[in-house]
């Protein structure tokens, strides 16, 4: 099993974890918000969990497809499916904010009494501790992994821990005279939910267009130094890098003497490749061809592309 297909396969078991911890803290808030407390921060945190728990079994899919080689269809494997699942899951996180907003705006022309606000505080805060230390956790192995998905379940995990304690900021307040806080922090949530989901489904998007954004660029001024540091090459230029999911694919020529043989610039090919696989592990696959280099010719551009 390859290295990417380690970290997927833990990835896709933490994910798989949270989606049922999420929902039964979600089930257990919704139910008590509803019913017992009437409160809309309480019922939307809990609906905020269920759906953050919908978010974590879309990542799970995605990862499932990650593990699965390339074939005649799909020549470049399957990790693209990993930015189709943050892009479905962003979209899932709109579409909750957009129904807490309604309920919000709804509770806030009317505000009702809260009943049992300390109960349900406790209950959103235990939520809250839950989630934090699961997102947490999650952010660290989504670092690891250079995975988009896992990075974004790790954010909407912290965001639900973040929206759990609004919601004890709300229902304290709520017990103290302010019941209007509880509508104020519906928004609060929503607005939150709706933040983070733009910015993902932006950086998924663009990663399925193959859009070379700042990381990828560094990554192209570092390859060009490595391949101008090695013997027998005049110059390099990186002529395409491409994102696919969690790892990086690209293309490098180098300028090298007319007369050198087949079997040296094979030496050379393998050593770039050899220190790049070792300096940068997300580069699943670095093509390197040639150029023949003559005396008094122009190098490379800088950025120049085919």
């Known amino acids: 099993m390859s290295e990417e297909e380690t970290l997927a396969d833990k990835s896709g078991k933490s994910a798989g974890i949270t989606t049922a911890i999420l929902v039964i803290l979600g089930v257990i808030q919704v139910i008590l918000g509803s019913t017992v407390s009437k409160s809309i921060a309480l019922t939307a945190n809990g609906i905020d969990c269920i759906g953050d728990g919908f978010v974590s079994a879309v990542v799970w ?5 990650l593990r699965r080689p390339a074939d005649d269809r799909f020549h470049y494997g399957y990790y693209k499916v990993e930015n189709l699942a943050s892009i479905a899951a962003a979209g899932v996180m ?6 807490i907003i309604i309920r919000s705006y709804a509770r806030l022309k009317s505000p009702p009494e809260i009943e049992t606000p300390i109960l349900g505080a406790a209950v959103a805060l235990v939520a809250a501790l839950t989630a934090w230390g699961l997102g947490i956790r999650k952010y660290l192995r ?3 992994s250079n995975m988009s998905s896992v990075r974004l379940e790790a954010f909407n995990t912290m965001k639900d821990g973040t929206a759990s304690f609004l919601a004890v900021i709300a229902l304290v307040l709520a017990s103290v005279g302010y019941p209007a806080a509880d509508a104020i922090v519906g928004f609060i949530i929503a607005g939150v939910i709706i933040t983070i989901g733009f910015a993902a489904m932006r950086e998924a998007s663009l990663t399925l267009v193959d859009a070379c954004d700042e990381f990828c660029m560094d990554r192209g001024l570092a390859l060009r130094m490595l391949a101008e540091g090695i013997e027998g090459v005049h110059a390099a230029r990186v002529v395409r890098l491409r994102k696919t999911g969690p790892v990086i694919q690209g293309e490098i020529e180098v300028a090298v003497s007319p007369e050198m043989s087949v079997v040296d610039f094979d030496r050379i090919r393998s050593e770039i490749q050899g220190i790049v ?4 592990p997300e580069f699943a696959k670095l093509l390197v061809s040639s150029h023949p280099h003559r ?7 800088d950025g120049e592309a085919e």
């Open 142 to 144: 989504g670092r690891e």
């Open 61 to 65: 899919i995605g990862l499932r497809f």
């Open 295 to 301: 005396e008094g010719e122009p190098e490379f551009d």
């Open 94 to 99: 709109i579409a909750l904010a957009a129904y």
């Open 277 to 280: 696989r070792s300096r940068f």
